[in-house]
């Protein structure tokens, strides 16, 4: 616990959370804007013509407690990244600032510091999605009101996808701190993960649904095998979406990518000189 406090002290005696803040305040305002546009269009229908598998999704998207799910869980693709970021600096802002070697010889345990930051790491990212969860819960019922549809607080697929989405945020932190062991300089980790995470996204999304047309639906449960994409799929709400992976399958891949990410993190870290 002390190492703990130590990496949490570090972090908040710089300016790095609360730009991060600033960062995540708008960018969830954004979303909340595109999905409130995307809730009224799926609620009153107006979502133009579908035939097949695809508007048996636009239904199931369209039912009261996934329009719930998506709103109390807004935010997420951006928040997500946030938090990755915030993993990758709790690492590399130790080289940047040169301290690794006092941190080492403070603390000669390298696998109990790399656990500390990871704690750290993941306690912001918890504290990131209470946040937004609380904005969330405050504006959500605003909207669904809006549309004419129940805040659905009562719903067990509602509160699911909450805390699945918290299990998001939790687990992208322990991918930004193996990645910031992976590549030591901040900015150099930086750059990687957000292309890596908003190209990855994009590319594998058109990637996915050209390979679709072509091949068959069967395609698209492929999108579980990228990380953003399986993170989506955790806090899609109803389980039965056709066409739709089950959410329990997003959130095993996840975990496996982060245990993954956290092993060789702190295999890393142990091996690697530091000087």
């Not at 403070?106 to 904005?135: D, E, N, Q």
């Not at 058109?206 to 579980?224: N, T, V």
């Amino acid at each position: 616990m002390t190492l703990v406090r130590s990496e949490l002290l570090k972090i908040r005696t710089t300016s790095t959370w609360w730009i991060f803040g600033l960062i995540t305040l708008p960018l969830w305002g954004l979303a909340l804007f595109f999905n409130y546009l995307q809730t009224d269009a799926l609620a009153s229908g107006n979502v133009g013509e579908a035939a097949g598998e695809q508007a048996d999704q636009i239904q199931a998207a369209g039912a009261a407690d996934n329009l719930a799910a998506n709103l109390y869980t807004n935010g997420q693709f951006f928040g997500l990244l946030i938090v990755m970021l915030l993993g990758i600096v709790v690492v590399t802002s130790e080289f940047f600032h040169q301290t690794v070697t006092t941190t080492f010889l403070t603390a000669p345990h390298r696998t109990a510091v790399m656990l500390a930051k990871l704690a750290a790491a993941g306690v912001l990212a918890l504290l990131f999605w209470i946040v937004t969860t609380a904005l969330n819960l405050i504006f959500a019922p605003l909207i669904l009101n809006a549309v004419d549809v129940d805040p659905q607080l009562g719903s067990g697929v509602v509160w699911r996808a909450i805390a699945l989405n918290g299990l998001a945020y939790l687990l992208w932190s322990v991918l930004g701190v193996g990645l910031g062991v992976l590549i030591r300089s901040q900015i150099g980790a930086t750059v990687t993960g957000i292309l890596l995470y908003l190209g990855g996204t994009i590319g594998a999304a058109i990637a996915i649904g050209l390979l679709a047309q072509r091949f068959g639906d069967w395609i698209s449960k492929l999108q579980l095998l990228v990380p953003s994409l399986a993170s989506s799929l955790m806090v899609g709400g109803d389980t039965d979406i056709p066409g739709n992976p089950p959410q329990w399958a997003g959130a095993a891949v996840l975990i496996g990518y982060a245990v993954v990410t956290g092993v060789i993190g702190v295999l890393t870290i142990r091996r690697r000189d530091i000087s």
